[in-house]
């Protein structure tokens, strides 16, 4: 998605999360750790489904201040489905006793509750307000193509 952006903000705002989310990887590796557990990649479908409907976003739309304002909406449900599942897990932790996985994991919650925050101000301050803008330029331009070929 940061590779389809054109807002150097919302560009800025991605990349940065991508480190955060190394460290996180390395953060859960040291919560497997903790657990006597091996870590092991596994296919998460709904997060799956999120990024094919990412996919389909940035397809869909022509690059610009709307594919951006559409690669915000898809990065916002893909950090309220981290925020989620961080959450839970964490409380999961707590109930077991397990204190120093669930201050590992409450930081990570938090790292995305950051994401999200930034994204949502990336979007208030300027995208969202410049994609309906665009859009309703398109519209009107489209909107007097179509008055202008029915008069002839």
């Known amino acids: 998605m940061a590779k389809k952006a054109t ?3 919302l560009t800025d705002a991605l990349m940065e ?3 955060i989310t190394e460290e996180q990887i390395a953060r859960l590796e040291e919560v497997f750790g903790l657990l006597g557990k091996k870590a ?3 296919k998460c479908e709904a997060m799956d489904g ?3 409907e990412a996919t389909e976003i940035m397809e869909s739309t022509e690059s610009g201040i709307v594919r951006d304002a559409g690669i915000i909406a898809a990065s916002q449900k893909v950090e309220h489905y981290e925020i989620a599942s961080y959450g839970t897990l964490c409380a999961f932790a707590k109930v077991l006793g397990e204190d120093e996985v ?3 994991l409450e930081e990570t ?4 509750k950051e994401a999200d925050m930034k ?3 990336v979007a208030e301050s300027s995208i969202n307000v410049e994609a309906a803008e665009d859009d309703e330029e398109a519209e009107e331009v489209s909107t007097a ?3 202008k070929s029915k008069r002839k």
């Not at 919650?109 to 995305?112: A, I, K, S």
């Open 109 to 112: 919650l938090n790292e995305e």
């Open 119 to 121: 994204l949502t101000e």
């Open 145 to 147: 193509t179509k008055s």
């Open 102 to 104: 669930a201050a590992l």
């Open 7 to 9: 807002s150097e903000e």
């Open 40 to 42: 092991q990649a596994k």
């Open 17 to 19: 999360h991508i480190t």
């Open 50 to 52: 999120l990024i094919r």
